[in-house]
């Protein structure tokens, strides 16, 4: 994290406008009158503390493995690779340690964990990583602050709006989940205390609704953006079109898994946005799209639309398959009209 970032954080967690570490010693004296001062404003100092005047701030070097991860931030641990923390891993190694404190709070009755992540999930993995990757000294650094889940949720989400690497689906399901938990399912008390507009945040919690069996249909979770979003989140609205969304999104998931297995590109975010939302617009007549590909990736046969009255099916030219090859092609698709409710028996 920048410095920049960090004084941002630091300055969140500041109930007064100044801190003091108690714990550091005091410099080296360099005469009896330097000694008498340094000793007078150490006693000062501790005096303020006490009297609440001041906050002592606490700094603990951690064993990652003894951390757990906060289930209310919106990040997701699991999604974070070698690649995403490359940065702040390069960046770890070479100041010879982590810089930046995360802020954790202590958890009560896990034998396994003695604090859990608030803010920094990133360092808290990149160190795990490092300690797993010929670096077993590294230590996590952490400042302890003492949160309730609501103020917790706050902090987090304040961090993670200066990452671009939280996606808006991650952080809309972390909203849903905080407006129920922490607010009560109150959307103006939420947004009031976020100090976002309530209409944005409507959004937010209406795109968390989306179905994972929706979202699979993309080739990641972070393809999913708030803005057009929303008006798939819409159309689900209405249950049979959200039964044909669903039934589309089933194809694309399996053509984006051919794609990947044969070293393809997935289809961009837009265009599986439009075939969701295609297949949302004419629900009745509209088979959901199958397309069968040659290992080569050109399509061989493929679904045109399926209805009462029958099913057409296209074969396309130009795509070398063989005879064989399109007579499994065309079981294949039998099989998946069968699976949609949509087979010739109905």
Not at 91 to 97: K, L, Q, R, T
Not at 320 to 327: P, S
């Amino acid at each position: 994290m920048a410095r920049k970032q960090s004084d941002y954080l630091a300055a969140l967690l500041a109930d007064e406008s100044a801190e003091i570490d108690t714990d550091a010693p005091p410099a080296p004296p360099t005469s009896e009158r330097t000694r008498g001062t340094t000793l007078l404003n150490r006693e000062t100092a501790l005096a303020r503390v006490t009297s609440g005047e001041v906050r002592q701030v606490t700094q603990l070097l951690l064993d990652p493995v003894r951390v757990r991860i906060w289930p209310g931030n919106a990040r997701s641990y699991q999604h974070l690779t070698e690649e995403g923390c490359r940065e702040l891993i390069d960046s770890i190694i070479a100041e010879g340690g982590q810089k930046v404190p995360a802020v954790v709070r202590r958890v009560n009755g896990d034998p396994t964990h003695d604090f859990e992540v608030i803010a920094g999930t990133r360092r808290h993995w990149s160190i795990s990583w490092l300690r797993a990757h010929s670096y077993p000294e590294m230590q996590f650094v952490a400042q302890v602050a003492n949160l309730d889940d609501e103020a917790a949720f706050r902090l987090a989400d304040l961090e993670n709006r200066a990452r671009k690497d939280v996606s808006d689906l991650e952080r809309a399901r972390n909203y849903a989940e905080a407006l129920k938990a922490h607010y009560g399912n109150h959307l103006t008390r939420m947004a009031d205390r976020l100090k976002v507009s309530k209409g944005w945040l409507s959004k937010m919690v209406k795109v968390a609704q989306i179905p994972d069996a929706v979202i699979t249909a993309f080739a990641s979770p972070s393809d999913v953006q708030l803005k057009p979003a929303y008006a798939l989140a819409q159309a689900l609205n209405d249950k049979v079109a959200a039964k044909a969304i669903q039934g589309a999104a089933r194809d694309l998931a399996r053509e984006q898994a051919a794609r990947r297995d044969r070293g393809a590109p997935p289809y961009p975010a837009g265009d599986v946005l439009r075939r969701l939302l295609e297949a949302s617009n004419d629900p009745t007549d509209a088979a959901p799209p199958f397309t069968w590909t040659t290992p080569s990736g050109r399509p061989g046969l493929s679904i045109q639309s399926s209805n009462r009255q029958g099913v057409t099916i296209r074969l396309h030219a130009g795509s070398g398959a063989g005879n064989d090859e399109l007579v499994n092609a065309l079981r294949q698709a039998l099989v998946h009209l069968e699976a949609e409710g949509r087979g010739l028996q109905r």
